[in-house]
């Protein structure tokens, strides 16, 4: 049985619509709060645990991006998805999954470490392209989770510049989950700090802030983020 099977959490197009709509408001609101351009934000649908059929559902809807966590999961949906969508990797990267996950997503927001970097940069000049990517920074200094610490950062974009055929696009971050959403609050601030920091002291444009899921987008909107990644807000509550 497949990992994703996510027969409980298939909702119906319409229910999609609807919960698409309700986000855009919350977006919107959001931006106009924060004194923001609604287009400088990009709503990234998370259709991981969910079928081919949900992430059709998104190219319906005229949206054309979907996340995915991990990589042999998107695999196997893009093979069944007709339609031009772009495809994010904003799950962990092992070392042996670099090929693959090259070939199969269009950017990945996930790169937190030089090994990853370096064999990124030589399967991308193996297949002759560019990589464009995220830094994924530990900005709650959460030790449950994945990403370069704010002061290894630095280090890991210097050699990631030093890489022709990596692009390095922005930040992302994962706060640790709790209750209190002043945890993520405190994060989204700490990454859009270390973007600006990271940008004077490099000299370069670091323009995604890859912060906020569905519980806190509108906070992340308001501390800066320009992609905010939605599942269980458009899709329901994963099984
Ligand atoms: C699952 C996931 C999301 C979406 O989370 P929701 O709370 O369902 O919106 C966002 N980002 C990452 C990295 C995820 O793994």
């Known amino acids: 049985m497949a990992r994703y099977d996510g027969l409980m959490g298939m909702i119906e197009y319409e229910e999609f619509l609807g ?16 004194g923001r351009s609604v287009d400088s934000v990009m709503l990234l649908p998370v259709t991981k645990t969910h079928t081919s059929e949900v992430v059709e559902y998104v190219s319906r809807a005229g949206l ?15 093979v069944g998805v007709k339609g031009d969508l772009r495809w994010e990797l904003i799950g962990h990267l092992q070392t ?14 996930t790169v937190d ?8 940069n030589s399967a991308a000049e193996a297949e002759g392209k560019v990589m464009p990517i995220l830094l994924q920074v530990n900005a709650g200094e959460d030790l449950a989770k994945y990403g370069v610490s704010c002061e290894g950062a630095d280090k890991l974009l210097e ?34 700090e270390k973007r600006d920091e990271l940008e004077d002291k490099f000299g370069v444009k ?7 899921m569905s519980g806190d987008y509108m906070e992340a909107i308001k ?9 269980s807000g458009l899709f329901g509550r994963r099984s």
């Open 19 to 34: 919960n698409l709509a309700i986000v855009r408001e919350g977006i919107g609101r959001a931006c106009e709060l924060a």
């Open 64 to 78: 054309r991006v979907v996340g995915e966590n991990r990589v042999q999961e998107a695999v196997e949906k893009k």
């Open 96 to 109: 042996n999954k670099v090929g693959l996950a090259l070939r199969t997503f269009d950017r990945i927001q």
């Open 113 to 120: 470490s030089p090994g990853l970097l370096m064999k990124l």
């Open 159 to 192: 050699l990631a510049l030093s890489l022709r055929t990596i692009r390095v696009e922005g930040l992302m971050t994962i706060p640790a989950l709790s209750e209190d959403v002043g945890v993520a609050v405190r994060a989204f601030n700490r990454l859009r």
């Open 206 to 212: 670091l323009p995604e802030l890859s912060m906020g």
């Open 223 to 231: 501390a800066g983020s320009t992609i905010v990644r939605i599942g």
